[in-house]
């Protein structure tokens, strides 16, 4: 695609607000009968359907298992009850941990805290924890930076801010810059992340003055996106990416282990392959967090490690993201390694 096509793309913000939030059109565009969906659609009242066009496009008409749309399409199993699944899996509302010091401002690992800078997304992923989170007006405002810039002088060991959310990249440009040139005054900080699916969901959303402002602060820029599947990976977002990495920014990729959509070795080789080839390396693998209506989702931890295995066969070691779950408490991710050199083949 040229850059013409580029540049004639809708605005990113026209494409949050055109996404699909009704699942009969959806499926319909699809090629698929809404009618035999018609129990799944209900599930819509257990969390909104959102999903931005872009990603649509790549979805394969009438493929009713196509691993985008289950991704994103509500489900019945999401009113099933599973046991150990609950609204808030990582206590974050429970331990408070949200409002204690400064709003919006989590430091649960020692050298990094993470800034809640929007609660929304611009897609709804079906399995997300944050299915239940009471924060979806968040907005990040200049008093909470301040108190977060004063946190962050009295806790120099903190050397690397990430923006989250919800999507930290819901926020314009210029509120990003504004955030950003404000964190480079404290001098302690070596690094800028964002967490961000965004741009796999509309790949505009990378544009030049977000590239130009993440290049042109003093803290060294990482982007790390969230794709599941190869197919996630547009000629499109490939373009914007590699127009990223050649200004110098690191892109790294995190996924979500789920059942019936990437649980194979063979859907996660090709996935990394893909997002090599886009200059992005795999990071982390999560096993899902256990959030009340996506125990469908869930991979066992014994098939986890398989699969992970049959990676490290298939690839070179930087072409394999880390098998981590997110558990409430501890001061990192946890790996999920087999107890010692054991082989599961
Ligand atoms: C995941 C996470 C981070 C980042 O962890 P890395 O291992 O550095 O990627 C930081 N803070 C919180 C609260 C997190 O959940
Ligand atoms: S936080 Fe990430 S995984 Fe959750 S709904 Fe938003 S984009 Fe999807």
């Not at 599930?43 to 749309?69: C, H, I, K, T």
């Not at 990071?283 to 125990?295: I, N, R, S």
Request: aromatic fraction near 6%; charged fraction near 20%; charge should be negative.
């Amino acid at each position: 695609m040229s850059q013409t096509q580029i540049a004639t793309r809708p605005d990113w913000r026209l494409e949050i607000q055109r996404a699909y939030t009704n699942p009969e059109l959806l499926l319909t565009n699809l090629g698929l009968e809404p009618a035999q969906f018609h129990a799944d659609c209900k599930a819509r009242a257990l969390f909104p359907m959102r999903v931005p066009r872009p990603f649509v496009e790549l979805m394969q008409q009438g493929n009713r298992d196509d691993p985008l749309l289950l991704q994103v399409l509500p489900r019945s199993q999401e009113f099933d009850q599973a046991e150990g699944y609950t609204d808030d899996p990582l206590g974050e509302v429970s331990d408070n941990v949200l409002t204690d010091e400064v709003d919006g401002l989590l430091h649960k690992y020692r050298s990094r805290v993470l800034l809640i800078l929007k609660g929304g997304c611009a897609v709804n992923c079906r399995y997300c924890f944050r299915r239940h989170f009471p924060y979806q007006d968040i907005r990040f405002n200049q008093r909470q930076l301040q108190q977060t810039l004063d946190y962050l002088s009295s806790h120099p060991e903190v050397n690397e801010v990430i923006l989250s959310g919800g999507d930290p990249l819901m926020a314009s440009d210029a509120q990003l810059k504004s955030i950003i040139e404000q964190l480079a005054s404290v001098a302690t900080l070596k690094r800028i992340r964002i967490h961000s699916r965004l741009p796999v969901v509309i790949p505009s959303r990378l544009t030049r003055q977000l590239k130009e402002l993440l290049v042109s602060t003093r803290l060294k820029p990482i982007l790390v996106i969230h794709a599941n599947h190869g197919n996630e990976l547009s000629d499109t977002l490939e373009q914007h990416l590699d127009d990223y990495n050649q200004a110098g920014i690191l892109l790294l990729n995190q996924s979500v282990l789920l059942a019936g959509i990437n649980d194979s070795s063979s859907a996660l080789s090709s996935l990394s392959e893909r997002l090599f080839a886009a200059n992005v390396l795999p990071y982390y693998l999560h096993q899902l967090d256990k959030v009340t209506g996506a125990a469908h989702f869930e991979v066992s931890d014994y098939r986890a490690q398989q699969i992970w295995q049959e990676m490290n066969q298939a690839l070179p070691g930087f072409l394999v993201p880390k098998l981590v779950r997110e558990v409430a408490g501890e001061h990192s991710k946890t790996p999920i390694m087999p107890p010692g050199p054991v082989s599961i083949t």
